[in-house]
């Protein structure tokens, strides 16, 4: 199957610093992409949907500001935690689409995930 | 309300034997996909089978079977021979087309396989 790398896979910051992690799709093109947040022993929830070439857009009470997605390339998208806070520690997840000739058939490929801490 | 809902937070299973992981979900729009999902303590989400809503046989993928029941709206995840590496979470989700494709999960489950 297709690969979707993310960078870096753990990361701990001090608060009030911002973190930026990238997520890649390694052998397709991906014109969309999702950012996910876990917390621990909870489902993923969507932060937000990232679209190639425009502004991403965001799921109810996740904070634009605080959480800056670039989706500059068909094969890059970047989450920028903004002025970190140990409260957004979290697991991030993404995920990029590859567009298949039917909606339904479109495929939906993870990242391994980037662990943050926040002190 | 719930698009998908799993009502087992955790399942013990002994190895060698078959399992069955509820999920039943919610939606009008007639053309969505039914996904399983394990995420071993890694936390890397390994995708385990689909299933289309106009499909008509249940998907089977090696020990991994979905037991689809589009009436009842469930989508179960049945593991035949349980193996120790096994032990997971799993997560049912579900794509609608008419919502852009984005995913909804379940609050999943948490598999033991106890040797």
């Known amino acids: 199957g297709a690969v979707v790398s993310q960078h870096p896979s753990w990361v701990i910051c001090k608060s009030g610093t911002s973190v930026k992690i990238e997520c890649r799709s390694l052998?397709?093109?991906?014109?969309?992409m999702f950012w996910y947040r876990q917390f621990p022993k909870q489902s993923l929830m969507l932060m937000a949907t990232?679209?190639?070439?425009?502004?991403?857009?965001?799921e109810q009470g996740v904070e634009k500001d605080k959480f800056l997605i670039n989706h500059a390339s068909l094969t890059l998208s970047t989450l920028t935690v903004t002025s970190a806070h140990p409260e957004d520690s979290s697991f991030y997840i993404c995920?990029?689409?590859?567009?298949?000739?039917?909606?339904?058939?479109?495929?939906?490929?993870f990242g391994p995930g980037t662990r943050l801490t926040v002190l | 309300a719930q698009k998908i809902t799993q009502t087992q937070p955790g399942m013990f299973v002994q190895e060698k034997e078959a399992v069955t992981l509820d999920c039943t979900y919610d939606?009008?729009?007639?053309?969505?996909?039914l996904f399983w999902y394990k995420q071993p303590s890694s936390g890397e989400m390994i995708f385990l089978i689909y299933?289309?809503?106009?499909?008509?046989q249940n998907a089977t993928e090696g020990r991994y079977s979905l037991n689809f029941q589009k009436a009842r709206k469930s989508a179960n995840l049945v593991i035949s021979a349980s193996q120790l590496g096994d032990s997971a979470m799993y997560f049912c989700?579900?794509?609608?087309?008419?919502?852009?494709?984005?995913?909804?999960f379940g609050t999943g489950t948490s598999l033991t396989v106890i040797p």
């Open positions: 995920s990029a689409r590859r567009v298949a000739g039917a909606p339904l058939d479109d495929e939906q490929f």
């Open positions: 939606t009008s729009d007639p053309s969505y996909g």
């Open positions: 990232s679209n190639e070439g425009s502004k991403a857009t965001y």
């Open positions: 052998d397709f093109q991906a014109t969309t």
């Open positions: 299933q289309g809503s106009y499909d008509q």
């Open positions: 989700a579900m794509r609608e087309v008419n919502t852009g494709n984005q995913f909804y």
